[in-house]
């Protein structure tokens, strides 16, 4: 299934008082692996930056001077995204500032019905633990030392790598280690199967091995499975 991984920054915290969108990052994922397609654009928000949000993200005024507006990306942003599932982190903040910038627009909202919120999959995951996404990642094991500021397409990595976690983890990464097991030994990232120190016993009583040989004697010489067993 295909899912967009997003985030954005802002110039604040309210798009109705006068907030803007600065930058939007996606990060494209099948089956919650990233396939390497991203959408990523700085924004001209068209006021100043308040040093606050400065602080978070790094991006000023004079930075965006020269970026686009939301109105030039928004079809190129919206056929990225198309109809598929959002994976956002604390979805109620980015979708307002979305849906705020395409009413300015005239283009439909985006439906919270399509929003996959992983701030609400970690609260029910872990009850009265601190889930910001710094947090997650610690817990998790995932390598945050990029991140020395938010942005908006390194924060959709790695909050790809945070969804698959919530949802169970790698999978298609599943190997079963000796301790686990006690039945393999891992060359590489194969895993070499141990020979039975005594075979099983035969389950097919002789009457039914019997059976069974009258049985293909009735299929004749041109049976086709005839074919198989001459080759092994």
């Not at 039945?183 to 590489?188: K, L, M, N």
Request: net charge negative.
């Amino acid at each position: 299934m295909r899912e967009i991984v997003l985030d954005t920054e802002t110039t604040g915290l309210n798009p109705l008082t006068g907030d803007r969108l600065v930058e939007i990052g996606c990060v494209e994922i099948l089956n919650r692996i990233p396939t390497g397609q991203v959408y990523h654009v700085y924004l001209n928000p068209q006021r100043d930056m308040p040093v606050e949000a400065f602080n978070v993200h790094g991006l000023s005024a004079e930075f965006l001077a020269d970026k686009p507006l939301f109105a030039h990306v928004v079809e190129d942003f919206l056929a990225f995204i198309g109809n598929d599932p959002l994976v956002i982190h604390n979805a109620a903040f980015d979708i307002g500032f979305i849906n705020a910038e395409l009413a300015k627009v005239a283009r439909p909202a985006l439906t919270f019905d399509r929003v996959v919120d992983t701030l609400s999959l970690a609260r029910r995951r872990h009850p009265g633990a601190s889930n910001r996404l710094d947090d997650l990642m610690a817990r998790y094991g995932i390598d945050s030392s990029r991140r020395t500021k938010h942005g908006a397409l390194l924060d959709s990595e790695l909050l790809a790598e945070v969804y698959a976690e919530l949802c169970g983890g790698k999978q298609t990464a599943l190997s079963l280690s000796v301790a686990e097991t006690g039945a393999s030994v891992a060359v590489g990232s194969v895993a070499v199967p141990q020979q039975r120190p005594r075979p099983l016993a035969p389950r097919v009583s002789a009457a039914e091995a019997a059976a069974h040989e009258a049985f293909v004697a009735t299929l004749g010489d041109s049976a086709i499975w005839k074919d198989y067993a001459a080759e092994s």
